[in-house]
């Protein structure tokens, strides 16, 4: 199936996978990876995320339709006072957002962790919405990160919410490599 074949019929949705539970990232992925199989042309940005050694930037290098873009520093960002330098990354990545949604050739654009850059306010909600807003009829756009906000969650068409019962880190245990990271 040819992702210009496909564009014709496929009507884009907003889908988010927020909550406080783990496994919001690997959701967005996992559907990048399916979509990818399909000859969709896959696009990552990940907002908060840099220079770390995650597990998919090398995975997605074998597989030709998906990219990822990391725009973050390898520090956490700090809610109460984040950095300049996160704010101004976190706005380098929305802005990459709008340049893809320009090029109209992206099939999925996955905003990885930008519910999280707004709640921190980082971006505005309005922002994001407005890049929602802009996309092509046919892009289908996926929003992770913990505290989707409420205007977010309204305007999707799928919301999923990923509930922490247990984690691994409870007991002292870290991210693992090929598991968090």
Same mark, same amino acid.
Request: charge should be positive; charged fraction near 30%; avoid cysteine.
């Given at each position: 199936?040819?992702?210009?074949?496909?564009?014709?019929?496929?009507?884009?949705?907003?889908?988010?996978?927020?909550?406080?539970?783990?496994?919001?990232?690997?959701?967005? #992925?996992?559907?990048?990876?399916?979509? !990818?199989?399909?000859?969709?042309?896959?696009?990552?940005?990940?907002?908060?995320?840099?220079?770390? =050694?995650?597990?998919?930037?090398? !995975? *997605?290098?074998?597989?030709?339709?998906?990219?990822?873009?990391?725009?973050?520093?390898?520090?956490?960002?700090?809610?109460?006072?984040?950095?300049?330098?996160?704010?101004?990354?976190?706005?380098?990545? #929305?802005?990459? !957002?709008?340049?893809?949604?320009?090029?109209? =050739?992206?099939?999925?654009?996955?905003?990885?962790? *930008? =519910?999280? !850059?707004?709640?921190?306010? #980082?971006?505005?909600?309005?922002?994001?919405?407005?890049?929602?807003?802009?996309?092509?009829?046919?892009?289908?756009?996926? #929003?992770?990160?913990?505290?989707?906000?409420?205007?977010?969650?309204?305007?999707?068409?799928? *919301?999923?919410? *990923?509930?922490?019962?247990?984690?691994?880190?409870?007991?002292?245990?870290?991210?693992?490599?090929?598991?968090?990271?």
């Amino acid at each position: 199936m040819s992702s210009k074949k496909t564009k014709e019929k496929h009507q884009g949705l907003v889908q988010v996978y927020t909550g406080d539970g783990k496994g919001k990232t690997s959701a967005a #992925l996992g559907l990048g990876l399916r979509a !990818a199989g399909h000859g969709f042309e896959v696009y990552m940005i990940q907002f908060m995320k840099g220079q770390i =050694n995650y597990g998919e930037l090398e !995975a *997605v290098k074998r597989i030709p339709n998906f990219t990822i873009r990391q725009f973050g520093r390898p520090d956490f960002v700090d809610k109460t006072k984040p950095d300049p330098k996160d704010i101004e990354l976190a706005q380098a990545a #929305l802005d990459h !957002a709008q340049e893809i949604i320009k090029k109209t =050739n992206v099939d999925f654009l996955i905003l990885d962790e *930008v =519910n999280v !850059a707004i709640d921190f306010g #980082l971006v505005s909600e309005q922002e994001v919405i407005t890049l929602i807003k802009s996309r092509p009829p046919h892009m289908e756009i996926i #929003l992770t990160g913990r505290y989707a906000h409420p205007k977010i969650v309204e305007i999707a068409d799928l *919301v999923s919410e *990923v509930k922490e019962v247990k984690h691994p880190y409870q007991k002292g245990i870290g991210a693992r490599r090929g598991v968090e990271m």
